[in-house]
């Protein structure tokens, strides 16, 4: 029996809130950082897989549908006429990445604006070489270059969110089973990210008898201070003058929200809310338009990355003249809720048997590229951010979005900090690039090795 697609856009909340609910009970998911939309989806999948082997197949959900009230938004009108089938959760996608663009502010890199371009660039080199490395490991193994690119940035710099925009325009040129493929992938990324993270930093900071500047600061200090008390002591000054100990402001990971206290903070927000919410759907038809253009010139091109454009123009504009049209921590609300929805209705839909042909490749490319980020980041990430406590830092959370997700980043910082001491650029630089710009850099790396595999 195959359910109707919108069934899992209907069952995706209540998911997702088990989801939340086993991340709390289950502590190696809590401290993985695994999403609660992919726990949750991934169970339900799991139990559908395990109904289809015991009874011989035929369960599952239909994930596209052609009803127009829901496709209008995503499509040109000339198309949407003629009602064809659309992924049910292209719209949710599109407004998760609408979101992404909306965040896009070019004013993010005003603060210590050098350090945070150049850790941005390092983080760009890092997904155009995992793209090259997963399609140099899927020509060695005799696999499909689309396999590698699944393997690649799209997934481990991209996450869950980017891999399954990709999924159905995979699908189109090729790939089938790309949406279990992409989740797949992630989710190994997210692990192993959360594993080799403090290691990498660990190892980097012990190897060069490397210091937190505030840990060194407080040791001058307490010396300083007893030579001042001998001084004192032995008749040679009357007062004693310690150095100000510079006080640092540490960017603190919060704990995560969960949905439902998501939707009370848009639901208390009010009218602010429902602009933004206006923002959003303009960002989408207008991005479904600027890739309606960009495909005519026979490029391969997703219409969420449209969206993504369009939220970016807005931004920019919005923030150019100086207007107010457009607050973080409204689109931040609408994102996270637009995420868990299509991440939870995604990963229940998954056919978890499609992994069955892939599973050694991938293995395999998702190995290398693990062992590629770890050589990455223990020499070019520690290099170029200046070979010192902070950017040891910076390579463990290079480590943790570089294969997951910027909250794997920030754990991965955060356990070295608890041990080392503060680092305040690197929580500057890691939140900023892999919450904000990696996506829309990403977003450009993924399609032009698209184009070229084609």
């Known amino acids: 029996m195959i359910l109707p697609a919108f069934v899992s856009l209907w069952l995706a909340v209540p998911v997702l809130l088990v989801g939340e609910l086993m991340v709390r009970r289950v502590?190696?998911?809590n401290h993985y950082n695994i999403p609660a939309p992919v726990v949750g989806g991934f169970f339900i999948a799991l139990l559908i897989l395990s109904l289809n082997l015991a009874v011989g197949g035929g369960y599952g959900f239909k994930t596209t549908?052609?009803?127009?009230?829901?496709t209008w938004i995503v499509l040109i009108e000339p198309k949407w006429l003629e009602a064809p089938q659309v992924n049910v959760i292209l719209p949710l996608m599109s407004a998760f990445f609408a979101c992404v663009g909306l965040n896009g502010s070019w004013l993010l890199l005003k603060r210590d604006s050098v350090f945070v371009a150049l850790f941005a660039l390092l983080a760009g080199v890092l997904s155009v070489m995992q793209n090259v490395v997963g399609l140099s490991l899927a020509k060695l193994l005799g696999v499909s270059?689309?396999?590698?690119?699944?393997?690649?940035?799209?997934?481990?710099t991209g996450g869950h969110g980017t891999g399954m925009g990709f999924a159905p325009l995979l699908e189109e040129l090729g790939l089938n089973g790309a949406a279990t493929l992409t989740m797949a992938a992630a989710t190994f990324g997210l692990v192993s990210g959360g594993l080799i993270g403090g290691p990498v930093g660990g190892y980097l900071i012990r190897r060069n008898k490397l210091a937190s500047e505030r840990v060194v600061s407080s040791r001058e200090n307490r010396v300083v201070a007893n030579q001042s008390e001998i001084a004192c002591a032995n008749g040679n000054a009357t007062t004693a003058v310690l150095p100000p100990e510079t006080t640092t402001e540490l960017v603190?990971?919060?704990?995560?929200?969960?949905?439902?206290?998501?939707?009370?903070?848009?639901i208390a927000l009010g009218k602010p809310a429902i602009t933004h919410l206006f923002i959003i759907l303009l960002c989408i038809k207008i991005g479904v338009w600027i890739t309606h253009f960009i495909q005519k010139t026979g490029l391969i091109f997703a219409v969420q990355i449209g969206a993504m454009l369009a939220?970016?123009?807005?931004?920019?504009?919005?923030?150019?003249?100086?207007?107010?049209?457009?607050?973080?921590?409204?689109?931040?609300?609408?994102?996270?809720?637009?995420?868990?929805?299509?991440?939870?209705?995604?990963?229940?839909?998954?056919?978890?048997?499609?992994?069955?042909?892939?599973?050694?490749?991938?293995?395999?490319?998702?190995?290398?590229?693990?062992?590629?980020?770890?050589?990455?980041?223990?020499?070019?990430?520690?290099?170029?951010?200046?070979?010192?406590?902070?950017?040891?830092?910076?390579?463990?959370?290079?480590?943790?979005?570089?294969?997951?997700?910027?909250?794997?980043?920030?754990?991965?910082?955060?356990?070295?900090?608890?041990?080392?001491?503060?680092?305040?650029?690197?929580?500057?630089?890691?939140?900023?690039?892999?919450?904000?710009?990696?996506?829309?850099?990403?977003?450009?790396?993924?399609?032009?090795?698209?184009?070229?595999?084609?």
């Open 27 to 29: 502590r190696w998911l």
């Open 65 to 70: 549908t052609n009803t127009q009230w829901w």
């Open 145 to 156: 270059p689309l396999l590698g690119l699944v393997c690649g940035s799209m997934t481990l």
């Open 252 to 266: 603190a990971d919060s704990a995560p929200r969960g949905f439902l206290a998501e939707c009370r903070a848009l």
């Open 311 to 454: 939220g970016v123009i807005v931004r920019n504009i919005s923030d150019l003249f100086g207007a107010k049209w457009v607050k973080t921590d409204v689109v931040d609300a609408w994102g996270a809720a637009f995420l868990g929805v299509f991440l939870a209705a995604a990963m229940m839909s998954l056919n978890l048997i499609e992994l069955a042909g892939t599973a050694v490749s991938m293995l395999l490319i998702l190995a290398g590229q693990v062992t590629f980020m770890a050589i990455f980041a223990l020499t070019l990430t520690f290099w170029v951010m200046g070979r010192n406590y902070d950017a040891a830092v910076i390579a463990g959370g290079h480590c943790g979005f570089g294969l997951g997700a910027t909250p794997n980043a920030v754990a991965n910082m955060k356990s070295l900090t608890d041990r080392f001491g503060p680092s305040p650029r690197a929580f500057l630089a890691v939140p900023i690039v892999g919450a904000f710009l990696m996506d829309l850099m990403n977003a450009v790396n993924i399609s032009v090795f698209l184009n070229w595999v084609k």
